[in-house]
């Protein structure tokens, strides 16, 4: 018997700026730290504390209890930084950069699940969408320029003072590796940064119920967050315009409104109130009691414009539904771009939904056609795809 000991696991820093259940960008957080922490020696980089078991609740992952490690900004520095008056304000972010250039060194590779940054030597990013760009277009040839060039563009406004916190570099954020959620996120960095990207498509976990389709309900199902942007109401109209010829459809609105303050959510009670007869609202279930919903509709509908994914749609796929979707974003993709389910406006939505509802034809094409996607969305094929993509950094 041999009394050497085990090589020690590659030390894996995981880089996100506040790790609070809110969506899928904080779900494929969640299932980065799941895919590696059985091979490697993980540890989580964060602004603030971080409760594993509500990640677990909300996504699927089995963290609590693990041994996966988290560091988080010091309580003084953290109110110190929340003390900034500016609400677009990324001081914190800048801070967890610099941070991470620190203590960089302790690690084997930094892979970061909060869009693009600078973390010192290459490393792996998965942009949600380029904020940075989007945020701060004007910046991008300042950034790098010597220090005394930096100050006097910060004093002409050209650079924001998080820059110099950061020590923030865009040749070395684009020395990254970068992995998008979506092609048309992956176009739309190619288009701001010039580099290439690697899609691999956020997971969408839960298990979904094989339910046979003559036993489903003639229902839609919508989910999200029960915010304006996700335009519940928009297709409420739509569907009241599909039951002047299909009056059997009923509406499903699945959301979780403790991730949304404002008046949205209490208006959204008063229209599923007022349309009872139809339309029912579900708020904050489970991961299972949304499959077992989902799983029990025909369709589902989804109507935020340019969404950089759309987790909500991978969700009806794998729940078996068919999908209706703005053509903007990432949706059209998950839907395999089937002309038949993209619609431009109000009255292409309900064209194409009532032609598809009275075509069990093109029903049954349909179905056979997304069932072919039901596993690009996984979190099988996810963590497959982030372990290899660790792996190949890991061996250079």
């Known amino acids: 018997m041999s009394d050497r000991m085990p090589p020690p696991r590659p030390r894996i820093l995981v880089w996100y700026c506040r790790l609070i259940p809110r969506g899928g960008g904080e779900g494929v957080a969640a299932w980065i730290l799941e895919a590696l922490r059985q091979d ?58 610099r941070l991470c250039k620190r203590v960089r060194h302790q690690y084997d590779l930094v892979v970061c699940a909060d869009n693009e940054g600078d973390f010192g030597p290459p490393a792996i990013q998965y942009i949600h969408w380029p904020f940075l760009a989007h945020v701060y277009p004007r910046v991008r040839s300042s950034c790098d320029l010597p220090l005394g060039q930096k100050l006097a563009c910060l004093s002409k406004g050209e650079i924001r003072p998080w820059m110099l916190v950061a020590d923030y570099s865009f040749d ?71 039951r002047t010829r299909f009056p059997q459809i009923r509406m499903h609105l699945v959301g979780m409104s403790y991730l949304e303050a404002g008046d949205y959510p209490v208006f959204l009670r008063g229209l599923a109130q007022a349309n009872s007869s139809w339309v029912t609202l579900h708020e904050d279930l489970s991961r299972g009691e949304l499959a077992e919903l989902a799983a029990r509709q025909r369709y589902g509908m989804h109507a935020f414009k340019n969404e950089h994914f759309g987790m909500a749609v991978a969700e009806m796929v794998r729940a078996g539904c068919i999908p209706f979707v703005h053509n903007s974003g990432g949706p059209p993709e998950i839907v395999g771009n089937d002309r038949r389910l993209i619609y431009e406006s109000e009255e292409d939505a309900a064209q194409k939904i009532m032609r598809v509802l009275g075509d069990p034809a093109a029903q049954e094409d349909i179905r056979q056609r997304l069932a072919l996607r039901k596993d690009f969305y996984s979190v099988e094929t996810f963590v497959r795809a982030i372990r290899a993509e660790v792996r190949q950094a890991l061996s250079f």
Not at 209 to 215: G, H, L, T
């Open 172 to 242: 070395r954020m684009k020395a990254n590796h970068t992995l998008v959620n979506s092609d048309w996120t992956g176009r739309w960095v190619k288009r701001v940064y010039g580099i290439d990207s690697t899609t691999v498509h956020p997971p969408a976990p839960g298990i979904f119920p094989e339910i046979a389709w003559e036993e489903r309900a003639d229902g839609f199902v919508m989910m999200g967050r029960l915010s304006v942007l996700k335009r519940f109401d928009w297709c409420l109209k739509v569907l009241s315009a599909v």
């Open 40 to 97: 490697y020696a993980v540890t989580l980089l964060t602004s603030e504390p971080v409760d594993l078991s509500l990640l677990d609740r909300c996504y699927g992952t089995s963290l609590t209890g693990s041994d996966l490690q988290v560091r988080t900004m010091a309580p003084l520095v953290r109110g110190f930084l929340g003390l900034d008056p500016d609400s677009g304000s990324i001081q914190k972010h800048a801070y967890l950069m």
